[in-house]
């Protein structure tokens, strides 16, 4: 495969992050259409959410290994295959259950996407391009979900919440096709072991640990207060749906220029100048709370959201360079950190709402985003002395 930023598979894993994402949120804007249309309460509609979160987060941990085991090619074809055809299928569902069911099973197979890709791109790229590729793959990711409640509220106003899982399927079903065209079927990089005795070795190995402290911290900060981040825009603003949904994608492009600073971003992972982009990421965070434009909102959001991108995906590339038989399975841990961080922090920022109000959780999470900044770097700096000599070993060697 072609290693070179314009290269159509690496193409196609960004488009099939976008739509992914994109689909995780853009069921929230559906669910008053959805308890109308299929005459049932709205806190019952919301467990075709839940179904989706849940099946996401428990199959990230079975796919990690399958992708090691017999090839994260072949995982994640499987993977963007079976997530389009089952978002297609829920907007065939006559009744809840079938819903539920159906988001259940696409967010199974959504499940082995973002882990495997961030593998692949660790298999296929050179170490001088990894870090850069990851900042895109990350940063098209979180604007696929940034506008996934736009473009989700404006289907389903002008058709039907039908309309916004079919559009998001028939776009995988593409992206799939493009994927089995231009991705190579590599083979697996593990020898025959026990889920066990994987995540036994993930887990025995102290940067992994870090990394995934730093996952799930992140997931706290970020995504438990991401979630509110559209309601302050519009309580501040008065702007409509669509057009908060538009503001709200300058934090996915915040990533995407970070993925444009590869050598900046490389820089930040290497020295102390990741403390300055956790204050930097924080700050951004704290002024949201008092920000009343749109054209401000946009500004914190690209500063944000660059910081974010900077600072994950330097300790996502340490990650999946610590044990490089095992990239399929560390970045599933990752991944599923990241959801189980992102799940608390929105538990948790939702009895702030209620008891302090909106701006609050902003001005709780600016001082631990800037900690994150810390933190990454004593993390990354430990990581950096053990990662002379990998944990890889005989058990672990590759298959090919």
Known sequence: MKTTASAPWLFALCAMGFLTNGDIYSGAPLLISIANDLHVGISNAALSITSYMIAFGLFNIVLGPLGDRFGRSRIIMVSSFGTALFSCACALADTLPQLIACRALNGAFAAGIMPMA????????????????????????????????????????????RTV??????????????????????????????MGGIYKEALGNGGVVGCLFLVALSGFVVFGSFSYTGELVRRATGSDLFAVGGILSF?????????????????????????????????????????????????????????????????????????????????????????????????????????????????????????????????????RQSQGTPKNDARSTAVS
């Open 118 to 161: 961030v593998a692949i791109i660790g298999d296929a790229c050179p170490e001088s391009q990894r870090q850069r590729s990851i900042s895109t793959l990350v940063g098209v990711m979180l604007l696929g979900g940034a506008s996934a409640t736009a473009l989700g509220g404006a289907l389903a106003h002008w058709f039907s919440w």
């Open 165 to 194: 899982y079919l559009a998001y399927g028939l776009a995988e079903l593409c992206v799939s096709c493009l994927l089995a065209a231009t991705l190579e079927n590599r083979p697996g990089t593990l020898a025959r072991r026990g």
């Open 251 to 383: 934090f996915g492009l915040g990533g995407m220029v970070s993925s444009r600073c590869s050598g900046v971003i490389k820089e930040i992972a290497l020295s102390r100048l990741c403390l300055w982009t956790g204050l930097g990421g924080g700050l951004a965070m704290g002024l949201l709370s008092l920000a009343g434009s749109a054209p401000v909102f946009c500004v914190l959001l690209l500063v944000w959201g660059f910081s974010f991108v900077s600072l994950h995906t330097s300790y996502v590339t340490v990650a999946q360079n610590l044990i490089p038989g095992l990239r399929g399975s560390v970045m599933a841990l990752m991944s599923l950190g990241m959801l189980s961080g992102g799940a608390l922090g929105t538990m948790i920022n939702r009895t702030i709402l209620t008891t302090a109000g909106i701006d609050r959780i902003f001005m709780v999470s600016s001082p631990l985003f800037a900690c994150i900044g810390l933190f990454t770097w004593i993390v990354l700096t430990y990581a």
